[in-house]
């Protein structure tokens, strides 16, 4: 959704105490909502991840697009977060009464999750799934443990490790080995050399099935605390389906284009940068920082996503390039002509943003062209102009109508009207 020239809208707030900023990050919260509002966008606001920026909290405003880049989380109830951010009620459907027995089964060649349900026949919720990383800031290998019908939230798994997106990579086959496991059957069992993050529904699976960290086998019957231990937190992707964390009904998810995003930076930049002031008290503090971006670019890009059809675009009247545009059949018939001349003269004089086609075009071009374009009103000037009559067509649902001169140019001009 990048252009080739990406513009933004940047700001920053200074307080002096958090009770400044949260008006301050209220307020912008607010601005961005009337922007999106007025300029037609279906959006969500979501619950972000703070990233590389940091700060303590953050809401990014999404436009739901097919084509959006990131997933959207979010429950009828008002809950709503970006994948990053996205928590879910955690899911005790797999735990058993009885704890069996640990023991040992050849598996040949079932590597995935996939291929291990259908050849075990169990639920791929009974699956423990081991995905190793290497921390780069510390060399340490880390295996997170999440149920086999879910994935691995990289990004919290580096704020637990405390540590940047781009240090955390995926570890080789020798480096698996160097702790005494194999690739594709890694397990927690007996797992040296390694930390282990276990996700919280892991813990509540019993008699569950693991790697066996031995080519071509796997245990089962694996069970938390008595078999294996680790450090225990939210390290899974929520999905669609999955329980709401604020009132337990399942989630819905669609894909969104981050429109902006504000932030809550507290004083994480303030206090290296020495960025001070001055209390009632005469004591030196660090401001209270808050960060706001819109990109521009890319929020145009997504109205025109929300608002075209198979003709072109449909621009909402607040963005559009021109308000109308004024179309003679032939502008060298002097009827047509002074028509034209009339309503072009009348709108622009009450604040319309018009252009008037006077080009030695073919009809059928011009409108193909403001179609295109998407200018919301074309008036058409032809064969009934000697009547002051034209064709009337609102670009947003094509329909053509015909209307007096003076009618269809109020018709524009209290449109236009009602959206300063």
Not at 148 to 175: M, P, Q, S, T, Y
Not at 346 to 371: H, Q, S
Request: net charge negative.
């Amino acid at each position: 959704m990048r252009s080739r020239e990406f513009i933004m809208k940047d700001a920053y707030s200074f307080d002096v105490d958090e009770a400044g900023l949260n008006d301050s990050y209220q307020n912008m919260y607010k601005t961005y909502e009337r922007i999106f509002n007025r300029f037609d966008i279906n959006y969500k606001v979501v619950l972000a991840d703070t990233g590389a920026i940091g700060g303590s909290g953050s809401h990014q405003f999404m436009a739901l697009s097919d084509v959006g880049e990131s997933n959207i989380l979010y429950c009828d109830c008002g809950y709503a977060a970006d994948e990053e951010k996205a928590t879910s009620r955690v899911d005790d459907s797999s735990k058993d009464t009885k704890l069996e027995e640990i023991k040992k089964i050849e598996t040949p060649h079932q590597k995935t999750i996939e291929d291990l349900s259908k050849f075990l026949e169990v639920d791929s919720k009974k699956i423990i799934k081991a995905v190793s990383y290497v921390n780069m800031v510390t060399n340490e290998l880390v295996v997170v443990l999440v149920r086999g019908d879910k994935e691995v939230n990289e990004i919290k798994v580096v704020n637990k490790l405390n540590i940047a997106e781009h240090e955390l990579r995926f570890a080789g086959a020798d480096e698996i080995s160097n702790i005494g496991s194999c690739e594709g059957f890694i397990g927690p069992v007996n797992l040296k050399g390694a930390i282990l993050l276990v996700d919280e529904e892991v813990t509540l699976v019993n008699n569950a099935v693991c790697g066996a960290n031995e080519a071509n086998y796997h245990l089962m019957n694996v069970n938390y605390n008595r078999d294996f231990t680790g450090l225990v937190g939210d390290y899974r992707k929520a999905q669609a389906d999955d329980l709401c964390p604020v009132c337990g009904k399942k989630m819905k998810l669609e894909r969104g284009i981050e429109l902006g995003q504000i932030f809550k930076l507290g004083t994480k930049y303030s206090e290296p940068m020495k960025c001070t002031f001055h209390d009632e008290d005469g004591k030196e503090k660090p401001m209270i920082m808050g960060c706001y971006g819109i990109g521009v670019t890319r929020t145009l890009s997504s109205i025109i996503e929300q608002h075209h059809d198979e003709f072109g675009i449909k621009w909402p009247l607040n963005v559009a390039p021109y308000h109308a545009v004024i179309v003679p059949i032939n502008y060298d018939d002097e009827v047509m002509k002074n028509a034209s001349d009339f309503l072009y003269e009348k709108l622009l004089a009450n604040g319309v943003e018009v252009i008037l086609d006077d080009r030695d075009a073919k009809p059928g071009f011009k409108f193909k062209d403001w179609e295109l374009i998407g200018i919301p009103y074309i008036v058409t000037i032809g064969r009934r102009a000697n009547e002051r009559i034209c064709e009337f067509k609102m670009r947003s649902d094509m329909i053509k109508v015909e209307l007096d001169f003076d009618e269809a140019a109020n018709r524009i001009i209290q449109a236009v009207k009602s959206i300063k």
